[in-house]
């Protein structure tokens, strides 16, 4: 044996080490992930579900993948310390989203608000029909939640209020409207429940 | 960042993707996000809707997603009391649906240029007007139709 095929032997023995090690990090990462990415990706592509797609990527994408591996099992390493820095960004950057209901700094004229209103008036008036009926049969439908805390924040001291205003913190918006609770002669705080949208919107 | 995945949209007898998210505009709203877990980086926001659009109105029919304990997210899990559909009255604004092939990928968001874009305007969960966009023209012209 001379040197060359030697050392052609070390790089492909150690290629198949390491296509040993892929597969078994590949059979594990499958168990612990499978569900989310496979009902994502059938979501998104219910072709998938078919035998002909399941051959394809459950036995012959694999089987190429494993000795193009083994043949250039080196960009492996590269590629496996780039997948892991990804990770480490997504982990930092996935934060809970949890913004306010209603934007900071965006805030309601007096002359937006258009008549006092009590909580009763308000949850007459706010049951949203659906002929499927697929929202709840309460004040604000699925939105319930929200204008519950909004109501319960009402102090002795706060009216409430009905407003429409012309301007709004959602782009392509022509119009809101909602309720705000008014403190001390100025607007506190607000809760929209509706939205129109500007004409040519799409432009 | 990476290409995400779409939501998917049943219309018209067709599944479509849908490049816009109502359910994140719903736990906008809400003021709280579940904490699903994030398997991939093609699902920043980790989860996949599924939509229908019936009678003009936008209905939630799925979601595949998984909370951090494991168990499987469901419609009944996140709208207590509907397990087929949710009417998603909340939302306003524009659902972009691209159709036909790429033109050009762009390995970003929903940056992925298409043949033609069908625009859906809602308000209120209702869908009040439509538009297809034929982007040929702006492609000839060497790309931004913004």
């Excluded at chain 1, 290629?15 to 990706?41: E, N, P, T, Y």
């Excluded at chain 1, 659906?130 to 519950?148: S, T, Y």
Aim: aromatic fraction near 12%; proline fraction near 4%.
């Amino acid at each position: 044996m001379n040197d060359w095929q030697l050392y052609a032997a070390i790089y492909l023995g150690v290629g198949f080490v390491v296509c040993l090690v892929v597969v078994a990090a590949h059979l594990i990462g499958r168990q612990k992930k499978s569900k989310f990415v496979r009902d994502m990706m059938n979501a998104v592509n219910p072709k998938r579900e078919a035998f002909l797609y399941r051959m394809l990527e459950d036995l012959v994408v694999p089987t190429l993948a494993f000795f193009l591996v083994w043949l250039v099992w080196p960009v492996v390493f590269v590629l496996k310390i780039r997948d892991s820095l990804q990770k480490r960004a997504v982990a930092a950057q996935a934060v809970q989203a949890e913004p306010e209901a209603e934007p900071p700094g965006f805030a309601l004229n007096d002359s937006e608000l258009l008549r006092q209103v009590t909580v009763d008036e308000v949850e007459r008036t706010n049951l949203i029909q659906d002929p499927l009926e697929a929202v709840p049969n309460i004040p604000f439908g699925h939105c319930n939640a929200r204008w519950v805390l909004f109501r319960e924040s009402l102090q002795a001291n706060e009216t409430l209020w009905e407003f429409e205003s012309t301007r709004s913190e959602l782009a392509g918006v022509q119009a809101m409207w909602g309720y705000a609770v008014k403190r001390e002669g100025k607007v506190d705080r607000f809760m929209t429940s509706g939205w129109k949208l500007k004409i040519g919107v799409f432009e | 960042m990476t290409a995400q995945v779409t939501e998917v949209l049943h219309y018209k007898g067709e599944q479509l993707s849908m490049r816009t998210e109502p359910l994140s505009n719903y736990f906008a709203q809400m003021g709280h996000q579940p904490e699903f877990q994030a398997q991939s980086t093609a699902c920043w926001r980790r989860y996949v809707g599924k939509w229908e659009i019936l009678l003009d109105r936008l209905y939630l029919t799925g979601v595949s997603a998984t909370y951090a304990d494991g168990t499987a997210v469901t419609l009944d899990s996140l709208f207590p009391g509907f397990e087929e559909r949710v009417f998603a009255h909340w939302y306003t604004g524009v659902i972009s649906i691209p159709q036909g092939k790429v033109t050009q990928y762009v390995h970003m968001g929903y940056a992925s240029r298409y043949e033609r874009d069908l625009f859906l305007a809602v308000e209120n969960g209702i869908v009040v007007d439509t538009q297809l966009r034929d982007n040929s023209h702006a492609i000839s012209q060497g790309g931004s139709d913004e």
